[in-house]
Nanobody, 127 residues
Framework: QVQLVESGGGLVQAGGSLRLSCTAS????????VGWFRQAPGKERDIVAA????????IHAASGKGRFTISRDNTKNTVYLQLVKLEPGDTAVYYC????????????????????WGQGTQVTVSS
């Protein structure tokens, strides 16, 4: 069972930046596709970005395109989500999720495609 730990959330003013990290406890991290999702109060959990196990394929949702960037460092078992030009509408709990896959270029974007989830990290953007 892989454990995922998110960090890097916090309170930031509109226009500010944060870098979220998701660190996994596994020796086969490159076999996991990873996705970042977010959930605002009273709303559904939505995809923000996803990255394949080899890091070649990245997918960014329209809500964050041009402002959010997903990347990974398999030597550190960590996936990053860089958030810039943050807006109050980005306020949410951000979760990372991992999917064990034999497909190195797979980058799932649906919640039910992920088996492992972190506890989430709160991002609050003030106006």
């Amino acid at each position: 069972q892989v454990q995922l730990v998110e960090s890097g959330g916090g309170l930031v003013q509109a226009g500010g930046s944060l870098r979220l990290s998701c660190t996994a406890s596994t020796s086969t991290f490159s076999s996991y596709a990873v996705g970042w999702f977010r959930q605002a109060p009273g709303k559904e959990r939505d995809i923000v970005a996803a990255i394949s196990g080899n890091g070649v394929i990245t997918i960014h949702a329209a809500s964050g395109k041009g402002r959010f960037t997903i990347s990974r460092d398999n030597t550190k078992n960590t996936v990053y989500l860089q958030l810039v030009k943050l807006e109050p509408g980005d306020t949410a709990v951000y979760y990372c999720a991992a999917d064990f896959t034999s497909l190195p270029y797979s980058a799932p974007t649906k919640i039910n495609e992920y088996d492992h989830w972190g506890q989430g990290t709160q991002v609050t953007v003030s106006s």
